[in-house]
């Protein structure tokens, strides 16, 4: 095994002990065993474990940052249409990138530069308020309230991707229709059998 390839390795291993066990619980001597390498292997490669976990956890959020952007700056799409694309990014990353969410929802700023779950989100959110200014300038609501409608939007979204992340029911699909349902319509509106604007025939 090359060095590149013992350090992907080495990370590997380490996303599923941290996703499983916290950081605090995983130690560098269990991931040296499960990667069946001495721990002079993984000093060399990280320093640390504190290292190890940076890497894992700036991997994880740099993936699920450009995943978020991609799906909010796509040409010609309506306001409604760019929030139930931000919702599925937000479930595609959690079903295709459990250890990678729960790293980052659990303790990501433990030995970390790139912050907080909390610090991730409101970067995403920060994307959003930017669509968001326009729309409702154009509906002549007070464009200053954008940031805080951008949080709540992202919030809703990751807290019910986290209830979501153990069950994987219903669908991703069905859990973005009704959250954008929610978004879109409010409480007051709410639409009795939601789908997904591109799916509606």
Same mark, same amino acid.
């Given at each position: 095994?090359?060095?590149?390839?013992?350090?992907?390795?080495?990370?590997?291993?380490?996303?599923?002990?941290?996703?499983?066990?916290?950081?605090? %619980?995983? =130690?560098? #001597?269990? $991931?040296?065993?499960? @990667?069946?390498?001495?721990?002079?292997?993984?000093? !060399?490669?990280?320093? &640390?474990?504190?290292?190890?976990?940076?890497?894992?956890?700036?991997?994880?959020?740099?993936?699920?940052?450009?995943?978020?952007?991609?799906?909010?700056?796509?040409?010609? %799409?309506? =306001?409604? #249409?760019? $929030?139930?694309?931000? @919702?599925?990014?937000?479930?595609?990353?959690?079903? !295709?990138?459990?250890? &990678?969410?729960?790293?980052?929802?659990?303790?990501?700023?433990?030995?970390?530069?790139?912050?907080?779950?909390?610090?991730?989100?409101?970067?995403?959110?920060?994307?959003?308020?930017?669509?968001?200014?326009?729309?409702?300038?154009?509906?002549?609501?007070?464009?200053?309230?954008?940031?805080?409608?951008?949080?709540?939007?992202?919030?809703?979204?990751?807290?019910?991707?986290?209830?979501?992340?153990?069950?994987?029911?219903?669908?991703?699909?069905?859990?973005?229709?009704?959250?954008?349902?929610?978004?879109?319509?409010?409480?007051?509106?709410?639409?009795?059998?939601?789908?997904?604007?591109?799916?509606?025939?």
């Amino acid at each position: 095994m090359t060095s590149a390839q013992r350090r992907e390795q080495l990370i590997e291993v380490s996303r599923s002990l941290f996703a499983q066990f916290g950081f605090d %619980a995983t =130690s560098v #001597e269990e $991931i040296a065993a499960t @990667a069946q390498v001495s721990k002079p292997v993984v000093y !060399e490669h990280f320093g &640390g474990k504190e290292g190890l976990y940076a890497v894992v956890v700036d991997r994880a959020s740099r993936t699920l940052l450009e995943a978020i952007r991609s799906a909010l700056t796509v040409e010609g %799409a309506s =306001s409604r #249409e760019l $929030i139930q694309q931000g @919702a599925m990014a937000l479930l595609d990353y959690i079903d !295709e990138q459990p250890d &990678g969410f729960r790293i980052l929802a659990r303790d990501s700023s433990v030995g970390s530069s790139g912050g907080s779950f909390a610090s991730i989100l409101s970067d995403i959110a920060g994307s959003v308020e930017d669509l968001l200014a326009e729309p409702f300038e154009r509906h002549g609501f007070n464009s200053e309230f954008a940031g805080m409608y951008a949080q709540a939007l992202v919030g809703l979204v990751a807290m019910a991707g986290q209830s979501w992340l153990d069950v994987r029911e219903p669908p991703k699909e069905v859990v973005a229709a009704h959250l954008v349902n929610l978004a879109w319509n409010g409480m007051r509106n709410l639409e009795i059998d939601p789908e997904l604007v591109t799916s509606r025939q």
